[in-house]
């Protein structure tokens, strides 16, 4: 049951991609701006303009090109960045393990940061933890990813010095991932705490009443066992439709923490692409988000039924 809905949401993800394949071809080459004048600048006369479209085969009709980008993308290749000449699949692959670290710690750390944090103040209902767990919370939520990023990147690197102001870890030396890793990951996924901490915390805040929780008590369950393991895991079902919403929301946030950190990563690719009317570039760059959100999707789905026994995969 289970491995046939995966198979049909596979199939669903790859006609979803070819939308988005499509959609985005079109998109892009109706937004205006030539492409060859940007690159070309001041030195943009017509001979020389002809013969860099002709390069990049911008003079051929849109449907010759949309075929050749479907006959390429048919065999895993994504193109050449009409800029750099590199192999669009090489130029992602060189910086997604970067973006992968960023937003893999991020989540990690909202996740159980707020998961704790939320079943801390449950227990502890209007107690001073709660209260400032709750003030904390709504402080995460209503500062903007950028403004925490520069906050965290002025107080823990510029003025304390215990991080450095920019940079990325280099790959395979992992004593330099924390020490370049922890600000990012701090101001991507402090808003994710916020937001988890206060939904496990009314989650359970209400639990802790029904009245399974009080037959519970009345058979003589400790109050530990009640707390862990009923009441947090009727909780982890919303926490895990949270936490998709806030993977695909943290998307768009790596563009902001990979500029402001100086790192390399899909962010910064996708943002030159745009910047530069890159076509196949930015094409790729959207493909891949694009299949990063319907990966999540599916695993959110499989999820719902381990935590959820009413779940059916019908």
Known sequence: MLLRYIIRRVFIGILTLFLVATAAFFFLRAVPGDPVEIWLGDYATPQLHEQVTAKWGLDRPLYEQYLIFLSQLVRGDLGTSLRSGMPVKEMIWKVYPYTIR?????????????????????????????????????????????????????????????????????????????????????????????????????????????????????????EKRIRYKHALRNTLTGVVGLINVEIIIMLGGVVIAEAVFSRPGLGQVYFMAVSARDYPLTQGCILVIAAMVILVNLITDVLYGMFDPRVRYD
């Open 102 to 222: 960023l937003m893999v710690g991020s989540i990690l750390i909202g996740v159980f940061l707020g998961a704790l944090l939320g079943v801390c103040a449950a227990v502890r209902q209007n107690s001073v933890l709660d209260i400032v767990v709750m003030s904390w919370s709504f402080l995460f939520i209503s500062t903007p990813s950028f403004v925490l990023a520069y906050l965290l990147l002025w107080a823990l690197a510029t003025e304390a010095r215990f991080f450095p102001i920019i940079g990325a870890e280099k790959p395979g030396q992992y004593l330099t991932y924390l020490p370049h890793l922890m600000l990012p990951w701090m101001a991507l996924g402090l808003r994710t705490t916020g937001i988890i901490s206060r939904m496990v915390r009314s989650s359970m805040v209400e639990i802790l009443y029904t009245d399974y929780i009080r037959t519970a008590r009345s058979k003589g369950v400790s």
